[in-house]
């Protein structure tokens, strides 16, 4: 059974940093590219960042510069440092390996004066 387990979430101030973590079971994580998803409240799931299994990364316009997909294939975890972060960014993060349909809790990310 595919898990993902979505965590480092919070409440953080503009301009503030927060790493999330997703330790992933029921694949075998290193063969797959793997995405951050985040949705905020009243709007469709969106796709921040993906990683491929050589370690290209590709970003949303509106992250880009401010947030690094990262992972570890010995820990079956992926990563996502989130810098710089802005109110637009406040929204509920998952990870997925972009064809399951299994998805995680997702971690609730809020980015509040």
């Known amino acids: 059974q595919v898990q993902f387990v979505e965590s480092g979430g919070g409440l953080v101030q503009p301009g503030g940093s927060l790493r999330l973590s997703c330790v992933t079971s029921?694949?075998?994580?290193?063969?797959?590219?793997m995405d951050w998803y985040r949705q905020a409240p009243g709007n469709q799931r969106e796709l921040v960042s993906r990683i491929t299994t050589g370690g290209i990364t590709n970003y949303a316009d509106f992250v880009k510069g401010r947030f690094t997909i990262s992972r570890d294939n010995a820990k079956n975890t992926l990563y996502l440092q989130m810098n710089r972060l802005q109110p637009e960014d406040t929204a509920v993060y998952y990870c997925?390996?972009?064809?399951?349909?299994?998805w995680g809790q997702g971690t609730q990310v809020t980015v509040s004066p």
């Open positions: 029921g694949i075998v994580f290193r063969i797959y590219s």
């Open positions: 997925n390996t972009g064809t399951s349909t299994s």
